[in-house]
C-alpha cells in the first residue's frame, strides 16, 4: 500500500492526473487516450504501476469512457459514492487508494459488470513489453 502526501502526488501526476486519481474527478467522456484503444496488454494504474485491468477485458461500452467487464485479480477496491444526489460504487485503485472510476451492473456477459475507468487514471502496457521484462 502506497501513501504520500498531497504535495508528493502533484509533482509525480500531471494536473489531469490528479484531478482524477486524488480529487475524484471525472474526464469528459470520448476525451481520454484509451476509449478506443484496442492493443493487447494490460492497463496499469498512473499513480503506482499496479495492474489493473487486461485487454481481454476490455468492451466498448459506448459511454465515452474506457470500459471493462472484469478487474485482474483483487487489484482494485470499490467504495459507496452518493456524491451528485447518486449512490454509486466507486472504483479505487487497492494499492494506492486512487480514485479510478465507477463500476455498474450493466455490462456484457459473462460478469455482467462495467468498470467505467478514466483514461487518466491509467497507464497501458503492450504485450510485447510484459515479454521482455
Ligand atoms: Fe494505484
Redesign the pocket.
Known sequence: M?EKTEDEWKLTLSSEEYKV?RQCGTEPPFSGKYVSHKDDGVY???????E?FSSDTKFDSGSGWPSFWAQMGDSVETREDTRYGMVRLEVI??????H?GHVFDDGPTPSGMRYCINSA?LDFKASDEEIQE
Not at 496499469?44 to 499496479?50: F, L, Y
Not at 485503485?93 to 486512487?98: L, V
Request: charged share 0%; proline share 0%.
Open positions: 502506497i486519481l496499469v494504474c498512473t499513480g503506482c504501476g499496479n489493473l485503485c487497492g494499492n494506492c487508494g486512487g479510478l487514471a
